[in-house]
């Protein structure tokens, strides 16, 4: 393990509060640790108690000169004995953006004090959803860079927001635009994305007919005023993958460095191992259980850790489940059934006796997502195209069954089924028959699964190729470091 080297730069890390953005962020973290240079990185004080709850002190006691911080997150205090639950994104969206330059500008002068063999933050790597932190950075004489965790094809949807309201097609007209067949208006100026992109391909941040919207507004200025005043920009995918949308995004941030996927290259799960992301707690039966199917046979279903899920939703794909006939891993967290509190049965009645009990279903409300993709077992992986799970599906060589739930999840689910090939999509409104279909088409041995795994399997070798030695995501990396290695501060 490398230790901070005298000399070297301190960098400040300071991701988005939530799961998707926090995990990347720490693969950043020991990434740049091991390459010696001091790393101190920035939770909520909420995350931070989440983390010493499910994973104990030592997941923020910070190891080998890797320390953590935390900064309030300003929404209010949840109340006493609240259940560990995904916080409201848009709240905390305007809560983090109103309140956290005074935090983080405090937090930068208190290190700069702290003395001990701590130097003072030379470099601020923010998350583009933090994006207040570069114009911080930039009044304290810091550079300041931009990690954006989602897809180019994503950032690149954002970046054009601006573009959707110039020209007038957010916010929409009236309530009828989000089913009277608005959404599949065709925007053909878009430069770097995909063939025929629709509306409803973009970000559903723009499904709203309020011209004052939270989350197109604090949007328009993360990509109109906070992205270009960034020294540069991050981004976790790989040039091969996503060449024309980040030639595009190149041609607006020019300092932009694709450094994914971030993972076991740059910084093997052996490395600091006590320094941990998950917010939830990993329920440590399926690898076992998986060790029991057959390659490629388990069908691995999750939607992440924002997606909620009405109870008759969940009913549907149960049957669904059910009915197609392969095995499955599925994952509903805790919190992720809003209405489930009443006490009723979650699941159709004789599912968990018939199905789950019988040992054709695995349940959890949490587990080791990479790992569980990594596995022999594992064939397939409905999941609503987060971009973590996506790229760590690519990874993997697994083909996606898409069920994208928000935000730039149906960029996403576009870019894999028509662009990369490697996914079905499955209707938001899917019910047990549509579930039935597609696992059945996905775990089935037809022509278009064969294609869609032969696909996967060509994007885990080049994902590999990008970050293994002389690839392009790790020659970036370098070249990233060598730039924040020549701050003196
Ligand atoms: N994850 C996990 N276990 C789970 C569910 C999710 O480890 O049971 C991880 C997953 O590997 C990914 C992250 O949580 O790294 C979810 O991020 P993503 O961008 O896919 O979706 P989000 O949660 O932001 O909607």
């Known amino acids: 393990m490398a230790s901070p080297e005298p000399g070297k730069p301190h960098v400040l890390l300071l991701p988005y509060p939530a799961q998707g953005h926090v995990t990347p962020f720490l693969k950043l973290a020991k990434a740049l640790h091991a390459r010696s240079f001091h790393v101190t990185f920035v939770n909520t004080e909420y995350n931070h108690a989440r983390l010493v709850r499910t994973r104990g002190p030592a997941a923020v006691a910070g190891a080998g000169g890797l320390r953590f911080e935390t900064i309030p997150d300003g929404l209010p205090p949840p109340p006493p004995g609240a259940a560990d639950a995904t916080q409201d994104i848009w709240a905390l969206c305007e809560a983090t953006r109103r309140t956290g330059p005074g935090h983080v500008r405090e937090l930068v002068e208190r290190l700069g004090r702290a003395g001990g063999g701590v130097p003072p933050v030379s470099c601020v790597v923010a998350d583009g959803a933090m994006g207040f932190a570069v114009h911080v950075a930039r009044e304290m004489g810091i550079p300041g860079y931009l990690f954006f965790t989602p897809s180019a094809c994503g950032l690149l949807a954002?970046?054009?927001?601006?573009?959707?309201?110039?020209?007038?097609?957010?916010?929409?007209?009236?309530?009828?635009?989000?089913?009277?067949?608005?959404?599949?208006?065709?925007?053909?100026?878009?430069?770097?994305?995909?063939?025929?992109?629709?509306?409803?391909?973009?970000?559903?941040?723009?499904?709203?007919?309020?011209?004052?919207?939270?989350?197109?507004?604090?949007?328009?200025?993360?990509?109109?005023?906070?992205?270009?005043?960034?020294?540069?920009?991050?981004?976790?995918?790989?040039?091969?993958?996503?060449?024309?949308?980040?030639?595009?995004?190149?041609?607006?941030?020019?300092?932009?460095?694709?450094?994914?996927?971030?993972?076991?290259?740059?910084?093997?799960?052996?490395?600091?191992?006590?320094?941990?992301?998950?917010?939830?707690?990993?329920?440590?039966?399926?690898?076992?259980?998986?060790?029991?199917?057959?390659?490629?046979?388990?069908?691995?279903?999750?939607?992440?850790?924002?997606?909620?899920?009405?109870?008759?939703?969940?009913?549907?794909?149960?049957?669904?489940?059910?009915?197609?006939?392969?095995?499955?891993?599925?994952?509903?967290?805790?919190?992720?059934?809003?209405?489930?509190?009443?006490?009723a049965p979650l699941l159709p009645e004789g599912f968990e006796e018939e199905v789950v009990a019988g040992g054709r279903g695995l349940m959890v409300g949490w587990c080791d997502q990479e790992a569980v993709l990594r596995h022999r077992a594992t064939g397939g992986f409905l999941s609503h195209c987060g971009w973590n799970s996506t790229l760590e599906s690519l990874v993997a060589g697994v083909p996606l069954l898409c069920w994208p739930f928000f935000s730039e999840q149906v960029t996403n689910c576009r870019y894999a089924c028509e662009e990369w090939g490697v996914g079905v999509e499955m209707a938001r409104e899917a019910g047990r028959r549509e579930v039935e279909a597609a696992v059945k088409e996905l775990m089935g041995g037809g022509e278009r699964a064969a294609a869609m795994r032969r696909r996967a399997s060509e994007w885990k070798e080049k994902a590999a190729a990008a970050v293994a030695p002389g690839g392009s995501s790790q020659r970036n990396l370098e070249s990233f470091v060598a730039e924040i290695a020549r701050v003196k501060r």
């Open 158 to 343: 954002y970046l054009n927001f601006d573009q959707l309201v110039k020209r007038g097609y957010v916010p929409f007209k009236d309530e009828s635009c989000f089913t009277n067949g608005y959404l599949d208006t065709r925007l053909d100026w878009v430069a770097g994305m995909i063939a025929g992109v629709r509306l409803r391909d973009f970000p559903t941040f723009i499904r709203t007919t309020d011209a004052d919207d939270v989350m197109v507004t604090i949007n328009i200025k993360q990509s109109e005023l906070d992205a270009p005043a960034a020294d540069g920009i991050l981004l976790n995918t790989f040039d091969d993958l996503e060449r024309a949308a980040l030639d595009a995004i190149l041609a607006r941030l020019p300092n932009t460095f694709t450094v994914g996927p971030l993972g076991p290259e740059v910084s093997p799960a052996s490395y600091l191992p006590s320094l941990t992301s998950s917010l939830w707690k990993e329920d440590d039966r399926c690898a076992a259980w998986l060790d029991g199917h057959a390659d490629g046979a388990v069908l691995y279903v999750n939607f992440g850790s924002i997606t909620v899920m009405t109870r008759e939703q969940i009913g549907e794909f149960a049957r669904g489940l059910a009915a197609a006939g392969s095995p499955f891993l599925w994952v509903v967290r805790p919190d992720m059934v809003r209405d489930a509190g009443d006490g």
